[in-house]
Each structure stands twice: as C-alpha cells, then as structure tokens.
C-alpha cells in the first residue's frame, strides 16, 4: 500500500507561482512511477505531469508544457510540481498519484494510488 499526502496549493493571483508536493510513503518509492492530474469543478480529472520510474522521463499535458517544472527527490519520497505563470483556468482540485507499472500513462486507470487532492485557485 502507497499513501500519497499532498500539499502547497492556496491562492494566488493570476501570473503567480505555486509549488505543490507530494510526499509518498509505504513503498520504495524509486519503484513507483509518479503523475499529477488536476479537476475542475463541473470538468473530468485531467493529466498534468508525469515522471516515470526508470528513466526519470517527464511528460507534461499540453495544457502546461512550458510553465509547470515536474521533479522528484527519491532521497525524501517526495515529488514537487512547480507552477509558473498561472491563469484562472489552472484552478482546480490537484492529485497526485503513483503507479507500480513501468513507463507512463495520461490515463487514470494506470495509476495504483492516489491522494486526497490539493486546492489551487488563481485570481484574475
């Protein structure tokens, strides 16, 4: 079992930066593939990020490319998600999930575990 805890979201105005964390604890966590979504309200849970296990490979959602940083820091189980020139349609309801299978998916149903979500919300 896999429990994902994460943290950092708050409010910020419109260009602003946020960095949100999730620290992962149960399993070695160099084993677990890594991945960040995000839900809206009234809107389906979307892809952001994720970091596969193996390689370390990083692959954003086009909807970020370019102004959200994924990294992760297997000394402290810990993954971050950096937020740069945010805009009110950022805001939304961010999860971090973990799977045990290699590669990486923007699918839901590949992810094992999940957390309890993190509330961003930009300003205008």
């Known amino acids: 079992q896999v429990q994902l805890v994460e943290s950092g979201g708050g409010l910020v105005q419109a260009g602003g930066s946020l960095r949100l964390s999730c620290a992962a604890s149960?399993?070695?966590?160099?084993?677990?593939?890594m991945g960040w979504f995000r839900q809206a309200p009234g809107k389906e849970r979307e892809f952001v990020a994720a970091i596969s296990r193996i390689s370390g490979s990083i692959y954003y959602g086009d909807n970020v490319k370019g102004r959200f940083t994924f990294s992760r820091d297997n000394a402290k189980n810990t993954v971050y998600l950096q937020m740069s020139s945010l805009n009110p349609e950022d805001t939304a309801n961010y999860y971090c999930?973990?799977?045990?299978?290699?590669?990486?998916?923007?699918?839901?149903?590949?992810?094992?575990?999940w957390g309890q979500g993190t509330q961003v919300t930009v300003s205008s």
């Open positions: 999930a973990a799977s045990l299978s290699r590669g990486f998916s923007i699918s839901m149903a590949w992810y094992d575990y």
């Open positions: 149960g399993r070695t966590f160099s084993s677990l593939t």
